[in-house]
């Protein structure tokens, strides 16, 4: 059933980017599909549930929320960049990351490298080593809404 | 037209990591200027398939956004892994 | 030609465009490897999302419009993993910030060796 899932999205995804009807484009296209289920099952990560246990409306919230965050995190590393003297202040520092699946460990990681300012160096088990280039950016993870907010996207199954 | 001004700073800035790249001073710092070089490269495909009319410059585009993020990631293995044989070398003697 | 969506577009574009040329300034002003990331990741963020914008407003409704939508999702799934990537292989050679205030805690096993 994954599989075939599986097979639709990347159908879908095919038709999208080639945009062309002809059978010979077409019959290329079952193909590679075809050729990237089986190259999917091979990872397992068709058979297994590993797949997304995400909590879609939570996903929804977070987003935007993120896109917020780099455009303010944006803003303030601009400002960094462009200061005549630039007063630094990096800080190295350890977080908590209170995610069960990896998944959503993964999604925090991701989020706090893309916001500039702060960049996940090494994560092990519950804590990643985070480098910010102000402290005011370490502080703001510290506070540990980002946590909150990806650990709330997961299905508390 | 409008694509101008952002075709130039694309352009600039592809020569600020140009020259990060030649500066260095450590391979990742080089390995950076390249990633970034990559990404802006994907950037101005994307403006050039406008400007010239040709949306089949977006294919390039995301094509060369893939091979940009599998050559870092494969040039930084190579890296890792000669560091750790050197490392074992070192210890070795 | 010049319609309201032209002009938007153009604001868009140029401000993508000044974000990846101040990205492009930190990563040659700044002191230190780590430090630097961060100001390629502002290219690496700001940029394609505005610059991306501003070509979707020229796209319309059409399958361009996807394309670079995938291209945007790609990017900014790739890039934190690419600088994560970086930023932990400089870390277990041995590649130690050149200001910084260390408040990781325990000093832990990786970069042991110096650069």
Redesign the interface.
Known sequence: MRALGLFLVFAL?WL??S?LMKPLVLGLGVVSCLLCVWLASRMHRVEEDAGPALRPLHLLAYLPWLLKE??LA?LQ??R???SPR?A???????LRATQRSQLCKVIY???I??????????V?GETM?V?A?ERAG?EALRSGEMDRRASALEASA | MIFYPVLFALIATMALALARALLGPSLYDRVLAVNMFGTKTVLFLAVTAFMLGRPDFLDLALAYAAINFIGVLAVLQFFQSREIRQRYERQGR | MASVIDMISFALLAAGGFCVFVGGVGVLRLPDLYTRMHAASITDTAGPLLVLAGLALQAGWSLALFKLAVILVFLAVTAPTAAYALGNAALVSGYRPAVVSDESGATDSEGEGHA
């Open positions: 995804v999208l980017l945009g780099v455009v944006n590393v601009m960094v960049v462009l630039m630094l202040d990096p800080v190295l520092f350890r990681g991701n989020s490298t893309l916001t500039p300012g702060t960049l996940t160096l090494d092990d080593l480098h280039l370490a």
